[in-house]
């Protein structure tokens, strides 16, 4: 057995001129070019599929060789698994010449065996090298261009893969780090394999979600949870990023947005174990990509306001002139195409590397005293328990039951709020369930008010481009709905603050 430590790569076929550049920079040990054709294999319900397990037969020349991969792990695109490879005959899978332990112990291998079908291909060029690296490690460099095959239809390949062949991991990200200086270049989650599931299935792809609780139990130590939570959130952000290439959706963009919140809340939240100076260039980096995205808001708030022809103007003698004026406000608003730019940067995938590298490095480690030591390593309950509890504090700070709040204030303190429930995503497991969505819901209808507060700015930004009649209806129109918001939220918020925390 193997383990297969490797990072992947999106590129255009264009690439290729910019990619033998930079290899021509590199100490090359070999290099190569064949065709390979590649059938993988499972059994119609797709047990093998089910366990995470991947099986090929890949053909080469006169060669055939049989590869089994086992579950694994992937952060940012460095995927790490387990793989048994075994020259064969022909293409017909023979499992047996794996050996027992690499199956997992519920799975019985000969009924497997006799259900296997044929399921999708993959056939691609793969340009080799083999690269020498300062460090004395050893990457295999492989740019590979093909197809994925299945029920007649096809999907390219156009990929650049790294494989630690011997060494350490650090030298893959400085290799990748070089390679991607110009640009052209997105880090990958998505395996060949897994394109080949889609076709055979006619999967559309991953849906949209939204951030979910970070998996934990309560006997893990601080540390762990702080890695745990680190990797949930950038598997959010990567496994959206995949959705808005393939379809180009704003709310995939929201969603990459909304990790990029969660990672820059467990700095602060873990700040007072890990140094700020151990994270600092990765939170000036996060800072510039949530800037690129600021205008996700104003864009959600415009397309509301456009919904169904502008319904919402309905009342408004100005409604025609609104809705266009609101039209090019949303045209001036960053494309489908300057994000796809953005997402190729030079900049954007140093941020993934370096993130990816300085969470499987440990990076914080050489910044910690013994003092930070020993928390880190201490059980997470009672660190949650009080990091929740300062939290609390902090919103019944800033929303007091005593008075009224204005729309400006409540708009002001939105990314408190924000924090505030991230916090609880971090440790929600941790606690009765019941317990924890009464206590959270309230808050979330809270944010909820602040967006439709927001929601009308557009609205706002355009009262000097109006005069006369048009002007005062308008006026009227922002206050009355407002005045509604608002009195629903103070209702919503004096519930909020009267219930009892779900912690200790």
């Not at 939240?269 to 980096?285: D, K, N, V």
Request: proline share 4%.
């Amino acid at each position: 057995m193997e383990t297969e430590i490797e990072l992947k790569f999106f590129v255009s076929p264009e690439f290729s001129s910019q990619l033998l550049s930079k290899i021509s920079q590199a100490k090359i040990l070999q290099q190569s070019s064949r065709m390979l054709g590649n059938t993988y294999f499972d059994t119609p319900d797709q047990i093998l599929r089910q366990h995470d397990i991947g099986l090929r037969v890949r053909r080469y020349d006169d060669v055939f060789v049989q590869t089994l991969k086992t579950a694994g792990r992937v952060v940012a695109g460095l995927h790490q698994r387990p793989e048994y490879n075994a020259e064969t005959n022909g293409t017909d899978p023979d499992l047996s010449l794996h050996p027992a332990d690499a199956w997992p112990e519920s799975l019985v291998v000969a009924d497997v065996q006799q259900q296997l079908i044929p399921l999708f291909s993959t056939d691609f060029e793969r340009q080799q090298w083999l690269v020498a690296m300062p460090d004395g490690s050893q990457i295999e460099l492989a740019f590979d261009q093909g197809e994925v095959s299945a029920n007649g239809q096809t999907d390219p390949i156009c990929e650049v893969e790294l494989e630690l062949k011997s060494g350490q991991t650090d030298a893959l990200f400085t290799l990748a780090r070089e390679l991607c200086a110009d640009g052209g270049m997105r880090l990958g989650s998505l395996s060949k394999a897994a394109r080949g599931y889609r076709l055979a299935t006619g999967s559309q792809g991953d849906a949209i979600t939204v951030m979910d609780f970070v998996p934990l139990t309560a006997s893990e130590s601080v540390e762990t949870v702080f890695v745990r939570t680190l990797e949930h959130a950038l598997d959010h952000w990567h496994r959206h990023e995949q959705i808005y290439n393939e379809q180009q959706d704003p709310a995939a963009l929201v969603q990459i947005k909304q990790a990029l919140s969660l990672i820059r809340q467990v700095f602060v939240m873990f700040g007072g174990m890990i140094p700020r100076r151990a994270s600092a260039q990765l939170r000036q980096e996060l800072q510039w990509l949530e800037g690129e995205l600021e205008w996700l808001d104003e864009a959600a708030s415009i397309e509301q306001l456009l919904d169904d022809k502008g319904y919402v103007l309905r009342k408004l003698n100005a409604q025609k002139v609104l809705v266009k004026q609101l039209q090019a406000q949303q045209e001036a608003l960053p494309d489908a195409e300057s994000m796809l730019t953005l997402m190729q940067s030079a900049r954007y995938c140093n941020l993934l590397l370096n993130l990816s590298s300085w969470i499987l490095s440990r990076g914080w480690q050489p910044f910690l005293d013994d003092k930070g030591r020993t928390k880190l390593a201490s059980n997470v309950k009672q660190f949650a328990d009080g990091t929740l509890a300062r939290s609390w504090q902090e919103l019944l700070d800033v929303f007091p039951v005593e008075r009224q709040l204005d729309r400006v204030e409540y708009r002001d303190q939105q990314p408190r709020l924000m924090r505030n429930l991230m916090s609880g995503l971090c440790f929600a497991n941790l606690y009765d369930e019941e317990r924890r969505a009464g206590f959270r819901m309230p808050w979330l209808d809270l944010l909820r008010g602040i967006e439709d507060l927001r929601q009308l700015e557009p609205v706002r930004a355009l009262l000097p481009e109006h005069e006369g009649d048009d002007l005062v209806q308008i006026e009227k129109w922002l206050a009355r709905r407002e005045e509604s918001l608002l009195h629903a939220m103070d209702q919503t918020r004096h519930i909020g603050i009267e219930l009892a925390p779900y912690w200790p």
